[in-house]
């Protein structure tokens, strides 16, 4: 009756692994089962001698399998994400506002170096060339890299 109480907690044991992060709770689970085999066999260090065994060769042929795969596991090509996320795939981090540059744009607040400027209707986080510009005065963006959006007061 022992080594079936033993079994039934291991797989619970190893069933709450899959949602808990860690290992704590799924070794004790493979313990448990461990030793619930052993206590149903007759001779506890022969049995364990098998299973030590067993154990080695799995290991042996999952390191082939694994090799002979060139770890590609058919299996597992569910569960792992091949897509990629770079810029040739459609994907970025950030609009892409190099179509601003040589635009006039007004400063919406004031740039200490950083405020918003407004374009339009648009508002947009920007940086000031110097290092002070007034709300309200006309800016050109002159250049963008990334986020980033610099501009200077235009010559009036």
């Known amino acids: 009756?022992?080594?079936?109480?033993?079994?039934?907690?291991?797989?619970?044991?190893?069933?709450?692994?899959?949602?808990?992060?860690g290992m704590i709770l799924g070794?004790?689970?493979?313990?448990?089962?461990?030793?619930?085999?052993?206590i149903v066999s007759g001779n506890v260090?022969?049995?364990?001698?098998?299973?030590?065994?067993i154990f080695i060769m799995v290991i042996i042929e999952w390191v082939i399998f694994v090799k002979y795969k060139k770890r590609k596991i058919p299996f597992l090509n569910?569960?792992?994400l091949n897509d990629a996320t770079d810029k040739e795939s459609g994907y970025t981090s950030?609009?892409?506002r190099s179509h601003l540059v040589g635009k006039i744009a007004v400063t919406h607040t004031v740039l200490r170096p950083s405020g918003t400027i407004?374009?339009?209707?648009?508002r947009i986080d920007a940086v000031a060339e110097g290092s002070y510009i007034t709300n309200d005065v006309e800016v050109k963006i002159i250049f963008v890299e990334g986020t980033r959006v610099v501009v200077r007061p235009t010559e009036n």
Not at 45 to 53: D, G, N, Q, R, T
Not at 118 to 122: A, F, K, P, V, Y
């Open 1 to 21: 009756m022992l080594a079936l109480i033993l079994i039934l907690v291991s797989g619970i044991l190893m069933l709450v692994e899959f949602f808990v992060i």
């Open 27 to 38: 070794a004790i689970g493979v313990l448990l089962f461990g030793v619930s085999i052993l």
């Open 45 to 53: 260090f022969l049995y364990s001698i098998f299973l030590a065994v």
């Open 78 to 80: 569910r569960l792992i």
């Open 94 to 96: 950030f609009d892409d």
């Open 118 to 122: 407004r374009l339009g209707d648009e």
